[in-house]
């Protein structure tokens, strides 16, 4: 189920992704009353779906995860016992974040074992602006690429808060601890944040400074590059193993420079550059052969770009393929 989609009302095991788990009415119920109640449950649910993808992708920073969690919290709606459930909208972010913390740990352990730098899943927030409608700031792929260095707990307190504006009392329920508590783990991840990532322009900025980039990537513009990378630019390529992608990050203007430059002889021949908004920011969706094979995007601060994404591995732009006609 994609998180854009509106939930069916529904329910063979085929079509779960959790078979067995869906809660059927017994033949005791009337028809009509049971329809009714799920009619009811799916109306709830569809009202703050995207709520709870945004929470779970935010914490993930992969829609393939975050549309499994949100599939499972379906199911789950569906088969507790709805009438001692107070407030809806806060049980199904709960059990959103708690899918999502249980998934962070499996999801360390696959990015530590990932061949090359491990980069956020993209997301078009161009054809799905509703993701981005709460806080795109919290959406940018530099943000959840520097999120992975926090703690599980630190990242879902963070995202609660910053992206969704939850109060601390309600933060602190959600992941179990005290509310001075969640203030704490807060303060902490932004701090750390703070350390890791200079201050980002605003969108209509950082489009100039990516169409600057596009300009003098495109031609080997040494002087054009250097004039827009800051000091500790951060190239970082990932290909996961499945294309041919640089496996370590290239620190710094000189090395990056050189990077571009050398690749800009072969690279852009033949590829058709079409612009796109990623993750709230303007990012280059490229195609060769009829084929998206890659995502580019950069992040860049009142210093210039200080970080390029390019994003290569073909199970990571499923979600920024153009629309089929």
């Known amino acids: 189920m994609r998180s854009h989609e509106k939930t069916q009302l529904a329910a063979s095991p085929r079509e779960s992704r959790r078979p067995g788990r869906i809660s059927y009415p017994s033949p005791s119920v009337d028809p009509a009353t049971a329809s009714s109640d799920l009619e009811g449950a799916l109306e709830i649910f569809s009202s703050v779906q995207g709520r709870l993808f945004g929470i779970a992708y935010r914490m993930l920073g992969s829609a393939s995860d975050a549309e499994d ?13 709805r009438t001692v459930v107070r407030e809806p909208a806060a049980f199904l972010a709960t059990t959103t974040t708690h899918l999502a913390l249980n ?16 980069l956020p899943e993209p997301i078009d927030t161009g054809v799905n602006p509703e993701l981005a409608a709460e806080s795109e700031e919290t959406l940018e792929v530099g943000l959840l690429f520097l999120l992975e260095r926090l703690s599980p707990v630190e990242r879902a307190a963070y995202v609660l808060r910053e992206a969704f504006d ?10 179990g601890v005290e509310e001075a508590n969640a203030r704490q ?9 703070a350390t890791e990532k200079h201050p980002p322009v605003g969108v209509s900025e950082q489009r100039r400074f990516l169409e600057a980039f596009l300009s003098a990537a495109q031609t080997g513009d040494i002087e054009g590059l250097e004039t827009i990378f800051s000091d500790d630019i951060v190239s970082y390529s990932d290909g996961g193993g499945t294309r041919q992608a640089a496996r370590i990050p290239l620190v710094g203007r000189p090395r990056v420079v050189k990077f571009v430059a050398a690749v800009s002889v072969w690279f852009w021949d ?6 796109i908004e990623a993750n709230g920011r303007a990012a280059l969706r490229l195609v060769a052969n009829d084929q998206t094979f890659a995502l580019l995007t950069v ?8 970080q390029l994404f390019w994003m290569v591995n073909p199970a990571k732009l499923d979600k920024i393929m153009p629309a089929v006609a």
């Open 299 to 306: 992040s860049a601060s009142a210093q210039g770009i200080d």
């Open 185 to 193: 783990l807060v303060s902490r991840a932004r701090k750390h944040l």
């Open 69 to 81: 969690i949100v599939q499972e919290v379906w199911v789950r709606w569906q088969g507790c016992d």
């Open 270 to 275: 033949g590829v058709d550059v079409q612009w």
């Open 166 to 175: 939850y109060p601390y009392a309600q933060i602190a329920a959600i992941v």
């Open 103 to 118: 998934m962070m740990t499996s999801a360390r352990a696959r990015h530590e074992a990932y061949v090359g730098p491990w």
